[in-house]
């Protein structure tokens, strides 16, 4: 198994770093086919192959995934579209 670390910095209000993770998520759906699902300010992710979760605090998104065998061998590409995609919704 391969894991996932990210910390990402952001300013957005609060309100609104939640609605720009939830529209992630909603990629994550339509794109993956993964269950999303809040617990407080963390949202966790999981399919067949991975379980993530992405922490919201005040300044920072910190996203972590464990990867099954498989996915495991495409680590590089998903954390370099993470990064793209966290780039894009919080600069």
């Known amino acids: 198994m391969s894991s996932i670390d ?15 993770v939830q529209e992630v998520a909603d990629k994550l759906v339509e794109r993956f086919g993964v269950t999303c699902t809040w617990q407080g300010d ?4 999981s ?12 300044q920072e998104l910190h996203v ?3 990867l099954g065998f498989l996915l495991s ?3 590089g590409p998903i954390e370099s579209e ?10």
């Open 64 to 66: 972590t995934a464990q």
């Open 73 to 75: 061998a495409m680590k």
């Open 47 to 58: 399919r067949s192959g991975v379980d993530g979760r992405i922490a919201l605090a005040p």
């Open 6 to 20: 990210i910390r990402h910095a952001h300013s957005l209000p609060p309100a609104q770093a939640r609605v720009a």
């Open 42 to 45: 963390i949202l966790n992710f």
């Open 82 to 91: 993470i990064h793209r995609v966290l780039g894009e919704r919080f600069g």
